[in-house]
């Protein structure tokens, strides 16, 4: 079955609101990191979480690991018209060291 | 420091032929992986060469496959090309293989090749 999930495939946010995107797999983590590709450009690295229960801000981008290390999120507050992108999360699953592409969430924003 | 290079941007080819493409790493990464970019299917990891040899290995057919040489650039190759495998192409490098459990150094990606199959 699928090992990873990531949700919502897509998100339309007024100028302002917050964005969240969360990453689930069925497999323990090493690692996770984040990555944000701008419409027409290429995946541009965010963060890497590896601790259970790790948080890391980046100004308004808070990045979060579950304490089972099973699962993330990336969290906007007040996003602006610059938020524009998809994000993506990159999974190595721990043991067999498989790599994995989350499916991504494309946020848009109504300015 | 130079960024990914990817060549070519853009390639048109016809069904059953097949296809090379390039990637030339920041200097001193010797991590290089590939991914297949669609809009339906997103980014979809094919795989990554480290220290020329495959380390880690995506879901894709025989079709697709590549290697890497002693100064770490890296080719992908696709043989009998068909309709869907139309997408970008992209290669990322790294200082250290992704399946490193001590692994902390991000992906750097190229700008890709747009590969059509008509």
């Known amino acids: 079955g699928q090992q990873v999930m990531q949700i919502p495939q897509y998100q339309h946010v007024q100028e302002g609101e917050d964005f969240t995107t969360y990453c689930n797999s069925s497999?323990?983590?090493?690692?996770i990191q984040w990555y944000k590709q701008r419409p027409g450009g290429h995946p541009v690295f965010l963060i890497q979480?590896?601790?259970?229960?790790e948080v890391k801000k980046q100004k308004r981008l808070t990045f979060q690991f579950g304490e089972a290390k099973k699962n993330s999120s990336l969290h906007i507050t007040a996003t602006q018209t610059t938020d524009v992108g998809t994000y993506f999360c990159?999974?190595?699953?721990?043991?067999?060291?498989?790599?994995?592409f989350g499916q991504g969430t494309r946020l848009t924003i109504n300015p | 420091k130079a960024g990914v290079t990817q060549t070519p941007r853009y390639l048109i080819k016809t069904r059953g032929q097949q296809v090379t493409l390039s990637c030339s790493p920041i200097s001193g990464h010797r991590s290089v992986s590939w991914y297949q970019q669609t809009p339906g299917q997103g980014l979809q990891f094919l795989f990554e060469?480290?220290?020329?040899?495959?380390?880690n290995k995506g879901n894709f057919p025989g079709r697709f496959s590549g290697r890497q040489f002693s100064n770490s650039r890296s080719e992908m190759n696709v043989s009998t090309l068909e309709l869907g495998d139309s997408a970008l192409y992209l290669c990322?490098?790294?200082?250290?293989?992704?399946?490193?459990?001590?692994?902390?150094?991000?992906?750097?990606f190229g700008n890709g090749t747009r590969l059509t199959v008509t």
């Open positions: 497999t323990t983590l090493s690692n």
């Open positions: 990322a490098s790294s200082l250290e293989a992704r399946a490193n459990p001590n692994y902390n150094s991000p992906l750097h």
């Open positions: 990159d999974l190595v699953l721990q043991g067999a060291q498989k790599l994995v």
């Open positions: 060469y480290f220290s020329e040899t495959q380390r």
């Open positions: 979480l590896v601790k259970s229960g």
